[in-house]
């Protein structure tokens, strides 16, 4: 052992660390497979004490610190490079619930607690904990934070950011920040807690967090609704949310070559319609209230956009598991595109009244500039939000294609840029997109992020080679 690793034995003990290469392995590398680090270990501390005395013995031996939750995220932020020097810092360990106060509908619980515990020990509660993705099974909490994460239920309840009332923080020199407050109100001074969502562990550990719940809904009418256009969609958006308020919990868009993928690898699929459309739109309303209130608010408004030509077709769940099978049609893109092979993947955002000009901009310069590409374009149209994908052209060679990635992306990103929107909508830019965003943000912006930076984690030993 080096001493290193002998002292981090001594605080962690034989549970919180993992040092053999086999058993380091699943650590190291991305969810995408991406990226391939070689950490000098794996430590799993048990709590707030452990985590924070680690970050002592860091700060002293200026060892740089990887932190990773369910290690599902898509930009390489929570692999170690491979080096051989760095720690990956795994807050699975520190899985427990602390507290819920459902009266202020407030549970507070430990970053490695997995989203899909945080959801249930909230419906247990008689509560809902809004924050959903198809990841669920496996992030946890801290990772969510981390990243800001968005999902499907943006629309009504926000993102990760929006959830968050308090946290506590392990600083890069070990000191831990109680800002465990679980206030609705709180106006004294720098909104701190918001300086670590979204900053990709670069500047400190988050070990816990405050967030906000919700009344648990009793009612959910789900729809899938055939349409010509995106721009028919965005109206059909700006319709159901007058109809509906803000009842409408998700609005995902998706195009017919979506569903193609879906139904060729995933046979058993059962398309709602006899025959395809260009695009179809998965939503989904909720409420405290009952559902017939629910079932009549759809029926009324999709009869009304109907009348209004926005609707060629809509399928509505009679059942919780026809619902699920229209989700299932949602969820299985991303699964269907890897087994159709290799794409160009985007994550981009631009406001949501411009994002159908933006999709026939885009499209059209990608296929002047890659004749024949097949865009598999699906997302979070109610947040502005696309997977915005390039899958080659039917038969070409797919390596070649893919060698041309940057050419694609820089297509796309420059026009994300002249629409005003961002490069990255809700997956962050880990190791990934850390060199892209130079081109886009303003040298100001820069300059701001990495003082910050420098003024918490002055040593630069929180996950260095990420975002800055
Ligand atoms: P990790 O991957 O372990 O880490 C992510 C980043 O956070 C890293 O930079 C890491 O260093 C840092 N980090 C982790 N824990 C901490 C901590 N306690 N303190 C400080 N830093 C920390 N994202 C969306 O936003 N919306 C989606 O709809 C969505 N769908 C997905 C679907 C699939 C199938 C997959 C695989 C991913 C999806 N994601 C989605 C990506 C999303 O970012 C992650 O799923 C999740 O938010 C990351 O959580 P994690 O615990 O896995 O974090
Ligand atoms: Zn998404």
């Given at each position: 052992?080096t001493?290193l690793?002998e002292?981090?034995?001594a605080l962690?003990?034989?549970?919180?660390?993992?040092?053999?290469?086999?058993?380091i392995?699943?650590?190291?590398?991305?969810?995408?497979?991406r990226y391939?680090?070689?950490?000098?270990?794996?430590?799993?501390?048990?709590?707030?004490?452990?985590v924070?005395?680690?970050?002592?013995?860091?700060?002293?031996?200026?060892?740089?610190?990887?932190?990773?939750?369910?290690?599902?995220?898509?930009?390489?932020?929570?692999?170690?490079?491979?080096?051989?020097?760095?720690?990956?810092?795994?807050?699975?360990?520190?899985n427990r619930?602390?507290?819920?106060?459902?009266?202020?509908?407030?549970i507070?619980?430990?970053?490695g607690?997995?989203l899909?515990n945080?959801?249930?020990?909230?419906?247990?509660?008689?509560?809902?904990?809004p924050l959903?993705?198809?990841a669920?099974?496996s992030?946890?909490?801290?990772?969510?934070?981390?990243?800001?994460?968005?999902?499907?239920?943006?629309?009504?309840?926000?993102n990760?950011r929006?959830?968050?009332?308090g946290?506590?923080?392990?600083?890069?020199?070990g000191?831990?920040?109680?800002?465990?407050?679980?206030?609705?109100?709180d106006?004294?001074?720098y909104?701190?807690?918001?300086?670590?969502?979204?900053a990709?562990?670069?500047?400190g550990?988050?070990?816990?967090?405050v967030?906000?719940?919700?009344?648990?809904?009793?009612a959910?009418?789900?729809?899938?609704v055939a349409?010509?256009?995106?721009?028919?969609?965005?109206?059909?958006?700006s319709?159901?949310q007058?109809?509906?308020?803000?009842?409408?919990?998700?609005?995902?868009?998706?195009?017919?070559f979506?569903?193609?993928?879906?139904?060729?690898h995933?046979?058993?699929?059962?398309l709602?319609f006899?025959?395809?459309?260009?695009?179809?739109?998965?939503?989904?309303?909720?409420d405290?209230a009952?559902a017939?209130?629910?079932?009549?608010?759809?029926?009324?408004?999709?009869?009304?956009?109907?009348?209004?030509?926005?609707?060629?077709?809509a399928?509505?769940?009679?059942s919780e598991?026809?619902?699920?099978?229209?989700?299932?049609?949602?969820?299985?893109?991303?699964?269907?595109?890897?087994?159709e092979?290799?794409q160009?993947?985007?994550?981009?955002?631009?406001?949501?009244s411009?994002?159908?000009?933006?999709?026939?901009?885009?499209d059209?310069?990608?296929?002047r500039?890659?004749?024949g590409?097949?865009?598999?374009t699906?997302?979070h149209l109610?947040?502005g939000?696309?997977?915005?994908?390039i899958?080659?052209?039917?038969?070409?060679?797919?390596?070649?294609?893919?060698?041309?990635s940057?050419?694609?992306?820089?297509?796309v990103?420059?026009?994300?840029v002249?629409f005003?929107?961002?490069?990255?909508a809700?997956?962050?830019l880990?190791?990934?997109k850390r060199?892209?965003?130079l081109r886009?943000?303003?040298?100001?912006?820069?300059?701001?992020?990495r003082?910050?930076?420098?003024?918490?984690?002055?040593?630069g030993?929180?996950?260095?080679?990420?975002?800055?």
């Amino acid at each position: 052992m080096t001493p290193l690793i002998e002292r981090l034995h001594a605080l962690v003990g034989e549970p919180g660390l993992i040092t053999a290469a086999q058993d380091i392995a699943p650590y190291a590398t991305d969810w995408r497979k991406r990226y391939f680090g070689k950490p000098l270990a794996v430590v799993k501390p048990a709590s707030t004490t452990e985590v924070a005395a680690v970050m002592r013995l860091c700060a002293e031996t200026r060892t740089a610190v990887v932190p990773q939750g369910g290690n599902t995220g898509l930009c390489g932020g929570a692999t170690p490079d491979a080096a051989g020097a760095q720690i990956v810092l795994n807050l699975s360990r520190m899985n427990r619930v602390r507290a819920i106060d459902a009266v202020s509908n407030t549970i507070t619980v430990e970053a490695g607690c997995v989203l899909a515990n945080l959801q249930q020990a909230a419906a247990e509660a008689d509560r809902l904990f809004p924050l959903s993705l198809a990841a669920e099974g496996s992030c946890e909490i801290g990772g969510n934070l981390s990243t800001n994460a968005g999902g499907t239920a943006v629309l009504r309840y926000g993102n990760a950011r929006d959830l968050l009332l308090g946290l506590e923080v392990v600083l890069p020199d070990g000191q831990v920040w109680d800002g465990l407050r679980g206030l609705r109100k709180d106006n004294t001074g720098y909104d701190l807690k918001q300086l670590f969502v979204g900053a990709e562990g670069t500047l400190g550990i988050i070990t816990a967090a405050v967030l906000k719940l919700y009344p648990r809904p009793r009612a959910r009418a789900t729809a899938l609704v055939a349409l010509e256009s995106p721009a028919k969609a965005l109206r059909l958006l700006s319709h159901i949310q007058g109809a509906c308020g803000d009842r409408l919990t998700g609005f995902e868009l998706m195009s017919a070559f979506c569903l193609e993928l879906v139904a060729k690898h995933f046979p058993a699929t059962q398309l709602p319609f006899a025959e395809a459309h260009p695009q179809y739109v998965l939503l989904e309303l909720s409420d405290t209230a009952s559902a017939a209130n629910l079932d009549a608010a759809l029926h009324d408004a999709l009869v009304e956009a109907s009348e209004a030509g926005l609707v060629l077709d809509a399928a509505v769940a009679a059942s919780e598991a026809q619902a699920a099978a229209l989700w299932a049609l949602r969820e299985n893109i991303p699964e269907a595109q890897v087994h159709e092979g290799k794409q160009i993947k985007h994550d981009i955002s631009v406001p949501i009244s411009r994002i159908a000009e933006y999709i026939d901009v885009t499209d059209a310069e990608l296929q002047r500039a890659f004749p024949g590409v097949r865009m598999v374009t699906f997302g979070h149209l109610g947040d502005g939000n696309l997977h915005y994908n390039i899958a080659p052209p039917a038969g070409s060679d797919e390596d070649a294609f893919m060698a041309r990635s940057g050419e694609a992306s820089r297509v796309v990103h420059d026009s994300v840029v002249r629409f005003s929107g961002s490069i990255s909508a809700e997956h962050g830019l880990g190791q990934y997109k850390r060199g892209e965003i130079l081109r886009y943000k303003s040298p100001l912006e820069m300059d701001l992020m990495r003082r910050i930076k420098a003024a918490l984690d002055p040593q630069g030993i929180m996950n260095p080679g990420k975002v800055l």
